[in-house]
């Protein structure tokens, strides 16, 4: 279920009265289709979209977006609920845990969890994942027992990527999801709004509470032509990107639309999507159309297919729509592309990469090409670079870099070691990975370089930070499609172009690659694999979730103090954050994922990748009670033993990139009180709201400029705190000078109750404890 602003109220009105004007003519919602093959007894309910767009037309009185049409479709009706939920390990643990501490017995709509996040990549795929099956076995068993305690589906190690699994099991046309990952908009390749969120939002779903999101702007992007030859889906992101930044989309839902719709895979436009995350987007999402059909019905769906087809006037945008910014992107004409490094939104077309990499200092030596992850591991992803291998090989080619891929998910494993791809791989001296998310998320046992080492690594992922993928800031990597990273690996060079160039080969004749070629679906049908879903059991009651109090991976939740009623008043600046500042930065992955279920143990990470503004250094700031200077982490320790609350200043999009709410939760846990920034990435500012943090912005971003680390601030208003009303930040300067900075913010009354209370959480198990109560 879904509140957007009060449209809700209205429609929820307007439907009473529509049902007592029902006649007796067939209505969508006589057929009941399941959402899923697993969850038999949750049904799709186009009826309710059907109902809503009525009332919605009557008021709007104009042709709606295709993402209008799924949004005002899904406002909140809390009886008749077909939103669904997904997390990811990493994220699931802190999920869980908040949702132990809500007072709720069973999840109110379907959610499943997934383990894909703690697999590290080291020598392949078996050996790993049998590794992290040991050295995980206590977060493994308490996920499998919670999810089984609150009637959760669980996907166990070595199932696959969580948004490859979504699509192949979950996602439909017209669906609502939330996910715990900010890769979830994956599922728009199947004509669903699927949006990228903190654990908090998760739980407050969870527990059936409507989910809040401010009404989106809508990007068309219009594509014509078709994509052929070297161009790939990927290519259709990786321009977009460049189009609008990593910051671009924020606010915004990207629809895709026009006639170069149809030469797209499902699988593609699922990878188009996916990394619309890259931009800031809310989500991305394509029209229903028969790749769709074919997608479905090749994952035993034909059922969903088929009542889609009936309700497809509805799954696409009305003739007329019109859109908040068009892009036009023009198929036939479209080159690839390959963007980073350190950034995704540096797009450079393939014709023009050697120069830049020559013009910029680039690495030229590519010491790893990976391909995989949950942007680009489809059948067709794979079957296409199993070609260019076979090609290669077959000419006597060997790689010039190393060469990892990994498997989306276990059907896609089956299949493609079914129908000889791995062996092509295998057999040309690729490593397939475990069906995780592996090295794109930071899971890479990395030997080949020293950490401090310049390098380049060319991958099919779709996020570059700096550091990510291996902790090496002096990696460059750069994001590409599997096929152009293929071809890349066995040149082992950024100057190459495999449209134009040759190779030469061991008897001396030049080789040039074809234009690669696969299979949007395998011809035999897929190969489910090894069953790896874990149902929840008939009998929940006698299930006992599993958390050693003596455990250094998980931590129960002990709730955060309400606000205190009073204006917030000399607050030492913790860090003036200067540039990107990403969650990557605030809360790193790689080597800290094993701590995301234990809150004291994973804050040591808070800030430590950030750049101090004062000294140009990453995790190194001046602690203003004795002036020494320590690490982020422990001087917003000794802050908070002192009983000191402390702020952030941060630059523009700050906490872009994941949707991981341990970013928010860590400064709550070290005695943050606010965080204010030019701009944020909407995912984090919601996050750090549902902790009781007080995001908020410069209402003019040079204010900035006039905030020093060595500062103490007032936060004035907050006693008066109230919807679209400005605060103001009293700066104190060292010097003993003053200036007053007006600051905003987008807090609603609820979300102001949530910080009341100290987190949204605390609202709701006082809630929950209240209902008890009156129905004891």
């Known amino acids: 279920m879904l509140n957007i602003n009060k449209a809700a109220d209205a429609v929820r009105a307007l439907r009473h009265i529509a049902k007592g004007m029902a006649t007796a003519a067939p209505r969508i919602g006589d057929t009941k289709v399941a959402m899923s093959l697993l969850e038999k007894n949750a049904f799709i309910n186009y009826q309710r979209i059907e109902d809503n767009l009525v009332i919605v037309r009557e008021r709007l009185n104009r042709p709606l977006t295709l993402s209008e049409k799924i949004l005002y479709g899904h406002l909140d009706d809390p009886v008749n609920q077909d939103i669904r939920v997904a997390c990811q390990d990493a994220t699931a643990q802190m999920a869980l845990l908040q949702f132990m501490s809500a007072g709720m017995d069973t999840a109110a709509v379907p959610t499943t969890v997934h383990c894909d996040h703690l697999i590290e990549a080291q020598v392949g795929g078996v050996k790993d994942l049998a590794r992290a099956i040991s050295i995980n076995k206590e977060v493994y068993d308490f996920l499998a027992t919670a999810t089984a305690k609150y009637g959760l589906g669980f996907w166990k190690p070595g199932s696959g990527i969580i948004h490859q699994i979504i699509l192949e099991n979950y996602a439909f046309p017209g669906g609502l999801m939330i996910g715990t990952d900010s890769h979830t908009p994956n599922a728009g390749g199947l004509g669903m709004i699927a949006c990228g969120v903190g654990g908090a939002d998760a739980v407050d779903v969870m527990a059936g509470i409507p989910w809040e999101l401010k009404c989106p702007k809508v990007i068309g992007v219009n594509l014509t032509g078709k994509i052929g030859g070297w161009t790939t889906p990927k290519d259709v992101i990786l321009k977009v990107a460049g189009i609008l930044t990593v910051k671009g989309g924020t606010g915004a839902i990207v629809e895709y639309t026009g006639s170069g719709v149809e030469s797209l895979s499902c699988t593609g436009m699922a990878t188009i999507c996916n990394m619309g995350a890259e931009i800031g987007a809310t989500t991305s999402l394509f029209p229903f159309n028969e790749r769709m059909t074919e997608y479905l019905n090749a994952t035993k769906r034909p059922e969903i297919a088929a009542y889609a087809k009936q309700f497809s006037h509805n799954l696409k945008a009305d003739k007329g729509a019109e859109y908040d910014q068009v892009i036009e992107i023009n198929l036939s004409e479209l080159e690839p592309h390959i963007n980073g490094p350190f950034t995704p939104d540096l797009a450079t077309p393939i014709s023009k990469l050697a120069s830049e990499a020559k013009k910029n200092g680039w690495p030229d030596e590519i010491k790893v090409g990976l391909i995989g992850s949950c942007t680009n591991s489809s059948y067709e992803d794979m079957s296409r670079s199993a070609a260019l291998f076979k090609e290669a090989k077959d000419a006597g080619l060997e790689l010039k870099s190393k060469f990892t891929v990994t498997p989306g998910s276990e059907q896609v494993r089956a299949t493609i070691a079914r129908d000889g791809q791995i062996e092509a791989f295998e057999s040309a001296g690729g490593i397939v990975l475990a069906n995780a998310c592996g090295p794109c998320i930071g899971q890479w046992d990395r030997q080949d370089v020293k950490k401090g080492e310049p390098n380049t690594i060319v991958t099919s992922y779709n996020r570059n930070f700096t550091g990510r993928n291996d902790a090496n800031p002096a990696t460059h990597a750069f994001v590409a499609s599997p096929d152009i990273v293929t071809a890349l690996a066995f040149a082992g060079s950024l100057s190459f172009n495999p449209l134009t160039d040759s190779i030469p080969t061991p008897s001396g004749k030049p080789f040039k690659f074809s234009s690669p070629s ?247 198990a006082a809630r929950a404890k209240a209902r008890a109560s009156g129905s004891a």
């Open 518 to 764: 696969g299979f949007a679906l395998p011809p035999s049908g897929y190969d489910p694999g090894e069953d790896t879903f874990q149902p929840p059991p008939e009998d929940r009651a006698s299930v006992q979730v599993k958390v050693d109090p003596k455990s250094d991976r998980l931590q129960l939740l002990k709730p955060f103090a309400p606000w205190d009623g009073k204006d917030p008043k000399d607050l030492p600046v913790l860090i003036k954050v200067a540039g990107k500042c990403t969650t990557d930065h605030i809360s790193a992955g790689g080597p800290w994922l094993k701590y995301r279920g234990h809150l004291e143990n994973i804050s040591q990470n808070c800030l430590i990748g950030a750049i101090n503004s004062e000294n140009g250094e990453a995790n190194k700031v001046q602690n203003q009670l004795d002036g020494t200077w320590g690490g982020v982490p422990q001087v917003a320790a000794a802050y908070r033993s002192a009983g000191i609350k402390w702020v952030v200043i941060g630059d523009h999009n700050y906490g872009e990139g994941s949707s991981r709410e341990h970013a928010a939760l860590e400064p709550r846990f070290l005695g943050g009180a606010a965080i204010i920034v030019r701009s944020f990435a909407r995912i984090h500012e919601t996050n750090l709201k549902k902790q009781g943090m007080l995001a908020l912005t410069f209402v003019n971003p040079e204010d900035y400029d006039k905030i020093k680390g060595t500062d103490k601030v007032d936060i004035k208003g907050v006693e008066t705190f109230a919807p679209g009303k400005n605060l103001t930040l009293v700066v104190k300067h060292t010097d003993g000078s003053v200036d007053e900075i007006p600051l905003a913010h987008s807090f609603n009354e609820g979300q102001i109750e949530w910080f009341k209370a100290g987190s949204a959480l605390n609202l709701m």
